[in-house]
T-cell receptor, first 115, second 114 residues
Framework: AQSVTQLDSQVPVFEEAPVELRCNYSSSVSVYLFWYVQYPNQGLQLLLKYLSGSTLVKGINGFEAEFNKSQTSFHLRKPSVHISDTAEYFCAVSARRSNDYKLSFGAGTTVTVRA | DAGVIQSPRHEVTEMGQEVTLRCKPISGHDYLFWYRQTMMRGLELLIYFNNNVPIDDSGMPEDRFSAKMPNASFSTLKIQPSEPRDSAVYFC????????????FGPGTRLTVL
């Protein structure tokens, strides 16, 4: 089974400052990794994903993440945040098996951007 | 495409009543997932289907919960009888059978059981 730990439950940040959200995973098999964002009263939306290839992944809205296999981490970063980035962010993991589409989510990190 | 459609968006019911949540996945998607989100337990996968067949229902809390997918464009999640601890936001998501693995989420149904 796979599991995800998001190390920060709340991250307050000032507008135009950088932000990093930490994610560590546990799995006995190779994995795919994802970051989703949830704006208030909405469903989740994919920010970016790592399936294979380059370990630095770029996503929507200026976000990027780096897969580190030795550290079993997939931290999310943005160099300069906007007020509109206020949301909850979820890291998720899926086993790298052809017919296994199950996602396991972390507990989420709430990002609050202040002017 | 309209995206994943869920109905109702809000449901308030009394303990003991039957509740049915509905989902229409994105056309052409082969996978459908039901999740529950609460403050205490976060986002939990309840069950998922592939080509209308249930693949993994290990997250279904107990026999009071059941899910069906009679065809590729419709799924239901039923709770009978409902209890206050079932209060949560229930999400439906769908995914194509391709390498992308992206799940597309609906807006959710907020269920309150009094």
């Amino acid at each position: 089974a796979q599991s995800v730990t998001q190390l920060d439950s709340q991250v307050p940040v000032f507008e135009e400052a950088p932000v990093e959200l930490r994610c560590n995973y546990s799995s006995s098999v190779s994995v795919y990794l994802f970051w989703y964002v949830q704006y208030p009263n909405q469903g989740l939306q994919l920010l970016l994903k790592y399936l294979s290839g380059s370990t630095l992944v770029k996503g929507i809205n200026g976000f990027e993440a780096e897969f580190n296999k030795s550290q079993t981490s997939f931290h999310l970063r943005k160099p300069s945040v906007h007020i509109s980035d206020t949301a909850e962010y979820f890291c998720a993991v899926s086993a790298r098996r052809s017919n296994d589409y199950k996602l396991s989510f972390g507990a989420g990190t709430t990002v609050t951007v202040r002017a | 495409d309209a995206g994943v459609i869920q109905s109702p968006r809000h449901e308030v019911t009394e303990m003991g009543q039957e509740v049915t949540l509905r989902c229409k996945p994105i056309s052409g998607h082969d996978y459908l997932f039901w999740y529950r989100q609460t403050m205490m337990r976060g986002l939990e996968l309840l069950i998922y289907f592939n080509n209308n067949v249930p693949i993994d229902d290990s997250g279904m809390p107990e026999d009071r919960f059941s899910a069906k997918m009679p065809n590729a464009s419709f799924s239901t999640l039923k709770i009978q009888p409902s209890e206050p601890r079932d209060s949560a936001v229930y999400f439906c998501a769908s995914s194509p059978q391709s390498g992308s693995r992206e799940q597309f989420f609906g807006p959710g149904t907020r269920l309150t059981v009094l």
